[in-house]
């Protein structure tokens, strides 16, 4: 029995010695456009970081009840998502007097487009569409950016 017991002590020292800490962190929302980016950090005990999972939705509400709706627009890691809003901006910029520009990005459908007289930035992952400007996805790069320099 004292066999048992030894052994399942030592299990339990075993997995607090390589226990992580992960923290869901705001990194940029957007009250106006509902652009949100939130990101799963996963610490060492030493505090370093040694994952990163970042996660870009937007939340809109249908039209008829009223109800809100989150979809993923993209996730990945910083590394990724990076990359996937320096590519939009590109594409908006190379694009901007084009309301009939389309691009893939990572698999997504990017296209211009204007909505109740604003010019969007559409991206569509499959049956979802999703609507931003260009604005809020310089701020939500800015936003990236100055994360990854204060950590």
Known sequence: MKKILYSIVIMLL???VYAQDVKTIQVYKNSITHDNIKANITYDENGKIVKDEFFYT???TAMWTGKPSTVIVYNGSYDQIHSFFTAILQ??????????AKATIDGREISRKKVAGIKCIVIKN????TNTNIKSLIKALESLEKWRKEN
């Not at 499959?126 to 569409?129: A, L, N």
């Open 58 to 60: 937007v939340t809109t």
């Open 126 to 129: 499959g049956d979802e569409s």
């Open 91 to 100: 594409f908006a910029n190379e694009n901007k007097n084009d309301m009939n």
């Open 14 to 16: 075993s997995f607090s």
